[in-house]
């Protein structure tokens, strides 16, 4: 059974840093993405990275802030968020391409599987 599972999501004051674990089981190594959705808008693309890691891509306003990576041995994708803004609140989603990174890498249209999310809120 393919599942994606979030998890290090939490409560942090601006200009802290969380780093984000999605574990995936069922497949190995896919490319995979991070997207997050705050209430009342609309699910966005944050990062994504390549089954073998030698492609990420990144939403322009986020590059600075924010790092992705993966340990291909435990089938897990990490989300570094340092410098945290109130404006980062969201659900944090992962999700895995079955056929790698596309065009539209960071459109949620790419991908097959999705985890059920993990909430980050930063505020003072």
């Known amino acids: 059974q393919v599942q994606l599972v979030e998890s290090g999501g939490g409560l942090v004051q601006p200009g802290g840093s969380l780093r984000l674990s999605c574990a995936a089981s069922?497949?190995?190594?896919?490319?995979t993405a991070w997207f997050r959705q705050a209430p009342g808008k609309e699910r966005e693309g944050v990062s994504c990275i390549s089954e073998s890691a030698d492609i990420t891509l990144y939403e322009d306003s986020l590059k600075d802030r924010f790092t992705i990576s993966r340990d291909n041995a435990k089938n897990t994708v990490f989300l570094q968020m340092n410098s945290l803004k109130p404006e980062d609140t969201a659900v944090y989603y992962c999700?895995?391409?079955?056929?790698?990174?596309?065009?539209?890498?960071?459109?949620?249209?790419?991908?097959?599987?999705w985890g059920q999310g993990t909430q980050v809120t930063v505020s003072s």
């Open positions: 069922g497949f190995t190594n896919y490319a």
């Open positions: 999700a895995a391409s079955l056929y790698g990174l596309g065009d539209r890498a960071l459109s949620a249209d790419e991908y097959d599987y």
